[in-house]
């Protein structure tokens, strides 16, 4: 038998519960902007409801990770994989935060009367967890190229980001009695594009893992821009 | 005429106050091409490896590596084994310690040595103490010298008032600590501690890596160690050290040990820093 191979599996076993953790998530996205889409606040509320159960999970994997790394001491990859798998879980529950704000938001526009830029938001979506999908992929493969190459994808996050926006402003203008309605659409532009921010963070700790090397895989996220 | 021992010390303490400069890396010690062999066994093979002052260097590998070996040769005390022999160079400030101009008593002064199982005199704890600086020609105040150096070794408050009792009667860590003292007493610069902490229990090992820690601000120190845990904690450099298809002890890789224990450039200290080679 390979030696350490009880810490080979349960770091295996994290990572499995991350996936787990990633596919709630991707669930959640996709569940929240469809609510949105069909303006349903009862499936809103429930998506709202189901963050709860991410919530947890995030906290017993945190939990089997630090006590791994209090219990089995590790070093070099085995180490640099917990810490990566420390910041990936968090990550996870970021993103579903942003879901579980996009259904409270449908919850909150209830049957109002406002003009929804479904088909742009629902790209954004479709966008934001393919990307994340394939980024859950490369990090449990180590796959640095593909890690390398998600995040490039952000810029057309960004432009449909762009194009939400206009449209919503062209509502408020339009009709300013929609502003405050309008409004948390800008928010939900907003919560889609973060998720796919939240993708890049995950591949640069693909890279950390594989490689040691820490570093900024795409320039600039929100956090730069408001320094 | 200056005798040997007079010639070596001077040597010493001349570069020891010129060398300090804050650009520059002070270096305490370094092998040259080292290669040990007992008889025709080559079991040291060209080790080449620089000991910064004022920090802690560990010595890590596994059985047969040849890290006790190495560290013998820092103090030549690879001498004292029938058929041992080195080629190669080990520089202190500059100067050869294998030069037939160098007396290996003096370089043992200077590069004192903390061995794995604690060795105390079977005499009191200050005599312990004393003994190795009356030897060495000692003519201060004695009572202050074993208080100074007990304090340094952290042992005073626990041994103060029981000076005269047998050290055989402390426990192995406070022999361990009584050792330390002992060594500290003669003024030496380097510190080789040959797995000091293997037969202390884990809250003895603590005090003494806390105590490496601060003898670190006075003391060069090479530690060789089978505890990796005890590495990682306690150094500032790390060298690994593996055997070669010869059966030689090879260093592999050699920097800060930060990097080392999480990101080691080479495939055979991942192996075994993460347990999965050894």
Request: charged share 25%; proline share 4%; with cysteine.
């Amino acid at each position: 038998m390979p030696l350490r191979s009880a810490l080979t599996r349960q770091i295996g076993q994290i990572q499995d519960e991350l996936l787990v953790l990633g596919s709630m998530v991707e669930h959640a996205a996709l569940a929240a902007v469809d609510a949105l889409k069909r303006r349903d606040a009862k499936a809103a509320k429930e998506i709202f409801e189901e963050d709860q159960q991410i919530n947890e999970k995030r906290f017993a994997i945190e939990n089997a990770i630090l006590i791994l790394m209090a219990t089995q001491q590790p070093m070099a990859h085995d180490l640099r994989q917990l810490a990566a798998m420390l910041e990936v879980n968090t990550e996870l529950e970021r993103i579903g935060d942003y879901a579980k704000g996009i259904a409270k938001i449908t919850m909150l526009l209830g049957d109002a009367d406002i003009p929804v830029p479904v088909q742009e938001i629902d790209q954004m979506a479709q966008l934001a967890v393919s990307m994340l999908h394939r980024a859950l992929g490369a990090f449990v493969a180590e796959d640095v190229p593909t890690a390398l190459e998600i995040p490039k994808e952000d810029d057309k996050v960004d432009e449909l980001y762009n194009v939400v926006y206009r449209l919503v402003v062209q509502t408020m203008i339009s009709n300013p009695e929609t502003i405050d309605l309008a409004n948390l659409l800008m928010w939900v532009a907003h919560n889609l594009e973060r998720m796919a921010d939240r993708v890049t963070n995950i591949c640069e700790r693909t890279v950390f893992c594989a490689t040691g090397e820490l570093f900024e895989v795409n320039g600039m996220d929100e956090d730069d821009l408001n320094v | 005429m200056e005798s040997k021992s007079d010639a070596f010390v001077r040597i010493a303490t001349q570069t020891r106050t010129t060398s300090a400069s804050p650009s520059v890396v002070d270096y305490a010690i370094e092998m040259r091409n080292v290669n040990v062999y007992y008889g025709a066994f080559r079991a040291v093979k060209d080790v080449n490896l620089q000991i910064e002052a004022r920090k802690i260097t560990a010595i890590i590998g596994p059985s047969g590596c040849g890290k006790s070996t190495v560290i013998r040769c820092f103090n030549r005390m690879n001498e004292l084994i029938p058929g041992a022999r080195l080629t190669g160079e080990v520089l202190f400030h500059g100067k050869n310690i294998y030069d037939p101009d160098v007396d290996p008593v003096q370089v043992r002064r200077l590069i004192g040595m903390v061995f794995q199982k604690p060795n105390p005199f079977p005499k009191s704890i200050y005599e312990n103490i004393a003994w190795g600086a009356r030897i060495n020609g000692y003519r201060g105040n004695m009572d202050e010298l074993v208080e100074e150096s007990l304090r340094q070794a952290a042992l005073w408050d626990e041994v103060k008032d029981d000076l005269h009792k047998n050290a055989l009667a402390l426990s192995g860590g406070q022999q361990q600590r009584l050792c330390i003292a002992r060594t500290i007493a003669v003024k030496p610069e380097i510190i080789l501690m040959d797995e000091p902490c293997s037969a202390l229990d884990p809250i003895a090992t603590l005090k003494i890596e806390d105590l490496m820690r601060e003898l670190a601000r006075d003391y060069t120190i090479i530690i060789v160690t089978h505890n990796m845990q005890q590495a990682a904690r306690v150094s500032d450099y790390t060298a690994f050290f593996t055997v070669d298809e010869d059966r030689a002890g090879v260093m592999v890789e050699y920097g800060p040990t930060n990097q080392i224990f999480t990101r080691p450039r080479d495939r055979r200290t991942e192996d075994y820093i993460t347990g999965r080679f050894g």
